[in-house]
């Protein structure tokens, strides 16, 4: 048993970054598209079910739908994955406290996976890593 959990600690954590960010862009990207599949009927989600306060429903529904389309390419490619993970963290939060506070479950899964890449950022095989390389040459 030791000597599995010491092989397992090896594992790379470039290699457990690229199912984090496959997972989390796959969740968001699926709900930009069904948004943008009947806009009419995400618009009178935002406007009859929602609730948000402070945003106009309109303002709302267009500033998720550009988070879920922008941020699940950022995570796959590993750029801005930090700012990525925030974003989708808030957003996530958001969702949680507003929206639909009895899905906490899946919520917080997607936080504790939004977490770990911010904090641990997109791993070597990302185009963040690249770029610090890049720059710190």
């Known amino acids: 048993m030791r000597r599995l ?3 397992l600690e ?3 954590y470039a290699l457990l970054a690229i199912p984090l960010r496959v997972a989390l862009a796959t969740v968001f990207w ?3 598209m069904v948004k943008l599949a009947n806009w009419d009927a995400a618009l009178d989600l935002f406007r009859n079910e929602y609730n948000l306060p402070l945003l106009p429903p309109e303002l709302a529904a267009y500033m998720a739908v550009s988070i879920e389309l922008s ?3 950022l995570l796959i490619l590993g750029l801005a994955t930090r700012p ?3 974003v989708l ?3 996530t939060t958001v969702i949680e406290i507003f929206v639909y506070p009895q899905a906490w479950p899946t919520h917080i899964q997607w936080a504790a996976m939004l977490l770990v890449l911010l904090c641990r950022g997109g791993g070597t095989w990302s185009v963040d890593y690249l770029i610090r390389r890049r720059w710190a040459t």
């Open 5 to 7: 959990g010491a092989w």
């Open 10 to 12: 090896r594992v790379p």
């Open 30 to 32: 699926n709900s930009a």
């Open 71 to 73: 941020t699940p390419v």
């Open 84 to 86: 990525a993970a925030l």
């Open 89 to 91: 963290l808030g957003m």
